[in-house]
T-cell receptor, first 115, second 111 residues
Framework: DAGVIQSPRHEVTEMGQEVTLRCKPI?????LFWYRQTMMRGLELLIYFNNNVPIDDSGMPEDRFSAKMPNASFSTLKIQPSEPRDSAVYFC?????????????FGNGTRLTVT | EDQVTQSPEALRLQEGESSSLNCSYTVSGLRGLFWYRQDPGKGPEFLFT???AGEEKEKERLKATLTKKESFLHITAPKPEDSATYLC????????????FGAGTRLFVKA
């Protein structure tokens, strides 16, 4: 299996622009997670899906952030408009079962820089 | 408030010098504790899951242990390739299940 695939690996954009991050989870995994990693705050859960349905979005910072999962093999995280404080590494992860029952499989992340 | 605290923040070892990393937690409704390894420019990679106090898991030079308040990751005779950031994560039942990560311990092993 190719693992969790994220694109792009790097994104540099100007403040105010729309940014879309993409994720393809491992086939057969029912759970998909979006995390953000910064030096100051570490890894933070933004949102997670179960069978394509958003379950907990309490970690989404504000309305500028939105996530979708139109099918079992694709998810997007969109930031509109982007701000410099959104600069971070964004990880997508998937798991076979509920979080306590199986480990998270992470992609290699998208490094976002907003200038 | 749920907290996961890892110590030390950074650890420098000579090759062969054994040591331990600590993960202490205050979480209600703990369902499991995970250890991950993260290399620069990559996502975290799963190492171990522990579910109950007294449980131990081993893999090569690594051994993870769990008590009611903390977990240790013991590294025996480390090699330079063990250099990485080690992350501890706890899963709690919030009605759904939420994984909370610690800030990690950066391990440097010098040959």
């Amino acid at each position: 299996d190719a693992g969790v695939i994220q694109s792009p690996r790097h994104e540099v954009t100007e403040m105010g622009q729309e940014v879309t991050l993409r994720c393809k989870p491992i086939s057969g995994h029912d759970y998909l997670f979006w995390y953000r990693q910064t030096m100051m705050r570490g890894l933070e859960l933004l949102i997670y899906f179960n069978n394509n349905v958003p379950i907990d979005d309490s970690g989404m910072p504000e309305d500028r952030f939105s996530a979708k999962m139109p099918n079992a093999s694709f998810s997007t995280l969109k930031i509109q408009p982007s701000e410099p404080r959104d600069s971070a590494v964004y990880f997508c992860a998937s798991s076979l079962l509920a979080a306590y029952n199986s480990p998270l499989h992470f992609g290699n992340g998208t490094r976002l820089t907003v200038t | 408030e749920d907290q996961v605290t890892q110590s030390p923040e950074a650890l420098r070892l000579q090759e062969g010098e054994s040591s331990s990393l600590n993960c202490s937690y205050t979480v209600s409704g703990l369902r499991g504790l995970f250890w991950y390894r993260q290399d620069p420019g990559k996502g975290p990679e799963f190492l171990f899951t522990l579910y109950s106090a007294g449980e131990e898991k081993e893999k090569e030079r690594l051994k993870a242990t769990l008590t009611k308040k903390e977990s240790f990751l013991h590294i025996t005779a480390p090699k330079p390739e063990d250099s990485a950031t080690y992350l501890c994560a706890v899963v709690r039942n919030t009605g759904g299940f939420k994984t909370i990560f610690g800030a990690g311990t950066r391990l440097f092993v010098k040959a």
